[in-house]
């Protein structure tokens, strides 16, 4: 839908109220021009959807204040029986209240098993505007996505994040897109540390690209792989950091002891790897015993085209593997 205004959007969720027994809802209004009053309307029709269960709303890029978004919480905290919410609301502006809003609604929502949220206000001087925080009492979830891209959480952001994962003890999805955040190797070791208790935890998937992440970071989440006994399914984005031989050897031998992991993807572009670091990873991978699905990624690590041709030979030698891609280039 583009360009409805508040008028348009007012005239489609005033005709949902009819909608009584609907179960599944999808709304798209990315650039809209939609203000606080369309979210009053939209919290509103919410409200009388005491049946609905799964609900996708993306209100990216409209004008919704905080006002709005607390008349949405308000509605979203009546649909007691959602078990699926995906939430996309970034580019607004709804302020740091925004964050206890959301949180208050999802409260309510005791039946959430999936959440998938785009993280739009991120305030590191402001422990309460740390919007993670506010879903921890969400407790049920069994699968979770965070979108948190370009918005420097740091240290005390991961800090956050990794005490709020800690409460999901029912996680097997999890996925953490946490590009360009200066995380750190004490934020990685705080992160980690949330999802090492998630023993039902079968998919991960962790992007941390361009985070400063060096040895002493990959280090500590390769000590916090193992414990997730279930891992089955892992992707893991660490292009451009600094881990370096030290921190991929300690990393691939972590995966050794992943014994139910059976899908890998590994983009290690841009961390001085060398030929050391390269050939740690072939060693370990070999040894991952029940591997049947990898791709790897790992252009701009120094290795010249005669150990780039070892280390795919290593690679194929792995008969039990349905399918491989080793790439060294960008794409």
Same mark, same amino acid.
């Given at each position: 839908m583009t360009n409805i205004s508040d008028k348009g959007a007012y005239n489609i969720v005033t005709s949902l109220t009819k909608c009584t027994n609907?179960?599944?809802?999808? %709304?798209?209004?990315?650039?809209n021009s939609i203000g606080a009053e369309s979210n009053f309307d939209l919290g509103s029709a919410l409200s009388k959807l005491n049946n609905l269960q799964t609900l996708k709303l993306d209100l990216r890029y *409209? +004008?919704?204040?905080? !006002?709005?978004?607390? !008349?949405l919480g308000n509605g979203l905290a009546r649909c007691t029986n959602l078990t699926t919410l995906t939430l996309y609301i970034?580019?607004?502006?709804?302020? *740091?209240?925004?964050? !206890?809003?959301?949180?208050?609604? &999802?409260?309510? +929502?005791?039946? %959430?098993? *999936?959440?998938?949220?785009?993280?739009? $206000?991120? /305030?590191?001087? /402001? !422990?309460?505007?740390?919007?993670p925080a506010a879903i921890s009492n969400c407790k049920n979830i069994q699968n979770l996505t965070l979108n948190i891209w370009q918005k420097s959480i740091g240290l005390q952001g991961a800090q956050v994040l990794g005490l709020t994962l800690a409460k999901f003890t029912n996680l097997s999805v999890l996925t953490l897109n946490l590009q360009i955040n200066k995380i750190g190797d004490k934020g990685l070791s705080c992160l980690a540390s949330g999802f090492v208790n +998630?023993?039902? =935890?079968? $998919?991960?998937? &962790? $992007? =941390?690209?361009?985070?400063?992440?060096?040895?002493?970071?990959?280090?500590?989440?390769?000590?916090?792989?193992?414990?997730?006994? $279930? =891992?089955? *399914?892992?992707? %893991?984005? %660490? /292009?451009?950091?600094?881990?370096?031989?030290?921190?991929?050897? /300690? =990393?691939?031998?972590?995966?050794?002891? +992943?014994?139910?992991?059976?899908?890998?993807k590994l983009e290690l572009l841009q961390n001085n790897l060398g030929l050391q670091g390269t050939s740690h990873l072939g060693s370990s991978l070999l040894k991952c015993s029940n591997l049947l699905f990898l791709e790897i990624k790992l252009g701009f690590n120094t290795i010249n085209l005669i150990n780039q041709s070892k280390l795919r030979t290593r690679i194929l030698k792995m008969k039990r593997l349905l399918q491989i891609q080793l790439s060294w280039s960008l794409e």
């Open positions: 609907l179960l599944t809802l999808i %709304l798209d209004f990315w650039d *409209n +004008c919704i204040n905080a !006002e709005g978004l607390l !008349e970034q580019q607004n502006i709804i302020g *740091n209240k925004s964050v !206890e809003y959301l949180g208050s609604a &999802l409260q309510n +929502c005791a039946k %959430l098993q *999936n959440l998938s949220l785009d993280i739009f $206000n991120f /305030d590191d001087q /402001d !422990e309460n505007s740390l919007e +998630c023993a039902n =935890l079968s $998919n991960l998937t &962790l $992007n =941390l690209a361009d985070n400063q992440i060096g040895a002493q970071g990959a280090s500590e989440l390769g000590f916090a792989l193992p414990n997730c006994k $279930n =891992l089955q *399914n892992l992707a %893991l984005n %660490l /292009d451009a950091n600094h881990v370096g031989s030290i921190g991929i050897l /300690d =990393l691939s031998s972590a995966l050794i002891k +992943c014994l139910k992991l059976q899908n890998l």
